[in-house]
């Protein structure tokens, strides 16, 4: 059994970043030093704890988040102890309980990293030096951005060939925030990187031992003795614009302790003010402790958190917004944000309790659904590996057994105090296709695996198409869609024939029109009245659907406006230049007529949809692509063709830049232009290119294009 940790000395963390910045490698040695794991597992061997799935060992990246639990008390706490009964002594004062996230960092699996930073208090960023801010990097920034998520940096691969200090920390400045300021400096670089010097304590510090785990502090190499003056200067100098009494003795000339430095650092780092950055090499065993005392240090407790951004809910008796404390002692609060389907227990739900005890054997609500759960079994994950327990306490991240009505981003309180919280938002999936099962018995576990794997991923959606009978699916990218047909075949032993991916296509209007829609049925007894009129005009890209009721004077009653604007929504599923779902408009109704005896709500449903068609039809609709937001990264002996094949593919390029030895090109290019990439910059590169995509934006079909794609739905 863990004790019981007071909740100053909790960390919930994620550790996120682009793919192969070391993010899972930096995670293993995190388990390593807290002790948790007693071997380092490495990525590149498919042996890491945190990658557990079969495809996370094959490709060698994280595709689910994985949580687990550690301890850390700060190794500058246990300097002066002596013998072990001092050093337990100080681990009972001093000892931090730090859950930590570790997050994918493709694209694909975006959804992965937001819903994981909708429950952390604290964010660890992590760059490849060698290659600085990466397009991913700048993604997961702005998703930590959205929740308010304080962070501290950590520039990982000191000692790879190409790797920079400064070439990093400047990407940084320049492309995410100009808060941040380094809290350390590397010893070297490339093959000559052997250390860090510790800026606020002016100390150096080195690693020994077969797995760095003995740290060691080593003097501050003399021809570094200038650099780390200036540094520090420029540190203390950000830290003392956040608090106006160290200013003072900033100004008198007077030294400030470490302590009161730190204490500051902390608040303004809490407050989104500054960000630390720390570096080192998780693969050579060097910095990662310094990064835990940094956790500790700088990163926020759930009390700290609720200081700044308290946790606010909608209370469903009264239908105000209500504050829950982060206290034991409050009703029970959580946000259940993964669904995960385990092969030993069935469904696992993770959550987060904000507030309250969450117990075994006890009754919940679920806020989103309006239903009650039981609480069966309550396990505490580390990675695939699950801890019974008999109750979780606020600050705690758990997992429970056999939620039957749960799903991502639900609040489950305790019944008595109904309170829903905040839901997390997923972007709208890009690419689909076409799936079906082989056999008759397949075809009932394609089925019940679909529903399984739609669950647990909301940015993947299961839609049939009532024409020809097929089963679509959707999601964020190739490599998306590859993993979950993967994981039927495995998980849920279904053979399918899995048709060619396709792009999402939207439709939306460019000008404003208006029409009515009619639906009159007379046919003995009583009949169907429904008569709409409406007006349509287009918003900005997205913008999604508006819809107003504008009428007056009771000409349609208020009881069947929700049908009509329902037989709108429906209508909007299928446009009129290829069938693709409409976006991106206001549809306003503003007048109409009833019928005493025969109108219904289906009759105006139905005149609501056939109005929207009507109106759609004379408002110029067009086909719209999603674009990508395209990184390719050549040789420059190479750049001449990979630019021209860009350009072929509708490719607008937006800027080129270096990067160590290699050409960087940043580019727009069409979804549709880009299957089968990977193997076309291979082949015109001989092997040495790379590229990483991501959703931009949805942008108009030129005409000769809209043209083939119309006639390829035919």
Request: glycine share 8%; charged share 30%.
């Amino acid at each position: 059994m863990f004790k019981q940790y007071p909740l100053e000395k909790y960390r919930n963390i994620g550790i996120i970043a682009h793919i192969d910045a070391g993010k899972t490698t930096v995670s293993e040695r995190i388990l390593f030093y807290t002790g948790i794991s007693h071997k380092i597992g490495e990525v590149h061997e498919g042996a890491a704890v945190m990658d557990w799935m079969e495809q996370e060992r094959e490709r060698g990246i994280t595709i689910t988040s994985a949580a687990t639990t550690c301890f850390w008390t700060p190794r500058y706490e246990l300097r002066n102890a002596k013998t072990d009964e001092e050093k337990m002594k100080i681990r009972d004062e001093h000892e931090h309980r730090i859950n930590i996230i570790d997050t994918p960092g493709h694209v694909d699996f975006t959804a992965e990293v937001e819903r994981s930073l909708r429950v952390l208090d604290g964010g660890v960023t992590v760059f490849d030096s060698v290659s600085g801010v990466e397009p991913q990097s700048e993604t997961v920034w702005h998703q930590a951005d959205k929740y308010s998520v304080p962070r501290i940096c950590f520039l990982n691969k000191m000692d790879r060939t190409g790797a920079s200090f400064d070439f990093s920390y400047r990407s940084i400045l320049e492309r995410l925030t100009p808060n941040a300021i380094p809290v350390q400096l590397p010893i070297g670089a490339e093959e000559n990187f052997s250390g860090v010097v510790d800026l606020i304590e002016l100390k150096a510090f080195s690693t020994s031992g077969s797995n760095g785990e003995i740290l060691e502090e080593i003097p501050i190499p003399d021809g570094m003795q200038d650099e780390v003056k200036k540094a520090r200067a420029q540190l203390i100098e950000k830290i003392v614009e956040h608090d106006e009494t160290m200013m003072e003795k900033y100004l008198a000339g007077e030294e400030i302790p470490v302590a009161d430095l730190k204490k500051v650092l902390r608040k303004a780092t809490i407050d989104n003010k500054l960000v630390p950055v720390f570096c080192g090499s998780a693969l050579k065993n060097k910095g990662v402790q310094l990064l835990l005392d940094g956790v500790v240090d700088y990163l926020p407790s759930p009390l700290d958190i609720a200081e700044s951004k308290p946790i606010k809910g909608l209370d469903q008796k009264s239908g105000t917004d209500v504050i829950r404390q982060p206290s034991d002692n409050e009703p029970l609060t959580a946000m259940a944000f993964k669904i995960a389907t385990d092969p030993f227990v069935g469904n696992l739900t993770y959550f987060r309790v904000y507030s309250g005890v969450l117990k075994k054997g006890s009754y919940i609500l679920n806020a989103t659904k309006d239903s009650q759960e039981r609480i069966g079994r309550i396990v505490r994950m580390h990675a695939n590996h699950r801890e019974d327990v008999e109750e979780m306490h606020t600050g705690d991240l758990g997992a429970i057994v056999g939620l039957k009505n749960t799903t991502t981003g639900d609040t489950l309180c305790d019944p008595e105090h109904p309170i829903t919280l905040e839901t997390i938002t997923f972007p709208e999936p890009v690419i689909n296709l076409r799936i079906e099962p082989k056999t008759k018995a397949d075809q009932e576990k394609l089925g019940l695996s679909l529903k399984r794997l739609a669950d647990e991923d909301p940015t993947f959606r299961v839609t049939g198409n009532s024409e020809t009978g097929e089963t679509i699916i959707w999601g964020m990218g190739e490599l998306h869609l590859e993993i979950l047909v993967d994981r039927m075949k495995r998980e849920f032993g279904v053979e399918a024939n899995v048709g060619r991916p396709q792009v999402s296509y939207k439709e939306t209007i460019k000008a404003s029109a208006e029409a009515e829609g009619k639906y009159i049925r007379q046919s003995g007894g009583r009949g169907q009245y429904g008569h709409a009129k409406i007006k349509v005009r287009p918003l900005e890209r997205g913008k999604g659907f508006e819809f107003l009721n504008q009428i007056r004077g009771g000409v349609i009653p208020q009881e069947f406006i929700p049908a009509i604007e329902k037989g709108i929504k429906e209508a909007m599923a299928k446009g009129i230049v290829a069938g693709y779902q409409l976006v991106d408009m206001e549809v306003a109704l503003y007048d109409g007529s009833f019928h005493e005896v025969d109108s219904s709500e289906a009759a105006f449903k139905i005149a609501g949809s056939l109005a929207l068609q009507d109106a759609v039809k004379s408002s110029s609709p067009v086909l719209l692509e999603p674009i990508m937001r395209v990184q390719v990264i050549v040789p420059p002996d190479f750049l001449g063709d990979a630019t021209g094949d860009l350009s072929s593919k509708r490719g607008k390029i937006e800027e080129m830049s270096d990067r160590g030895m290699m050409k960087v090109i940043d580019a727009m290019v069409p979804l549709s232009e880009m299957f089968g990439y990977a193997t076309k910059i291979r082949s015109i590169t001989q092997g040495r290119g790379t590229f990483t995509m991501e959703f931009s934006h949805y942008e108009e079909v030129p005409k000769n294009i809209e043209a083939q794609i119309v006639e390829g739905k035919k």
